[in-house]
């Protein structure tokens, strides 16, 4: 599988922004998709997941009531929406599908081994 990340940028704190990862080359709808993020300095955590069918989410805490994380599986594209952006959400955005068909959940996603992984979005926000 391949994932095209796109939508991030510069926006002011309380700004919003919505980011999409593009898949192709399998069957999108058959697995697990997720948002992970790194900061300069910092370790790479997940922001969002989302199951294969869509109807099982998951939010670290500090995104929680923020961010929102949704799939079009025929236009094979995962969105994140995201809202009250703060200084503390710039970094580099990631999207990544777990490559087993039905086997991640979006609360496992996190800890799913051997993800297939997109090139990155950058978000920085601005106080």
């Known amino acids: 599988v391949q994932l095209q990340a796109s939508g991030g940028g510069l926006v002011q704190a309380g700004g919003s922004l919505r980011l999409s990862c593009v898949a192709s080359g399998r069957t999108f709808s058959s697995y697990a998709m997720a948002w992970f993020r790194q900061a300069p300095g910092k370790e790479r955590e997940i922001v969002a997941a989302?199951?294969?069918?869509?109807?099982?989410?998951f939010y670290a805490n500090s995104v929680k009531g923020r961010f929102t994380i949704s799939r079009d599986n025929a236009k094979n594209t995962v969105y994140l929406q995201m809202e009250s952006l703060k200084p503390e959400d710039t970094a580099g955005y990631y999207c990544a599908a777990d490559p087993v068909p039905y086997r991640a959940t979006a609360q496992t996603m996190g800890v799913t081994p051997k993800l297939f992984w997109g090139q990155g979005t950058q978000v920085t926000v601005s106080s």
């Open positions: 989302i199951s294969w069918s869509g109807g099982d989410t």
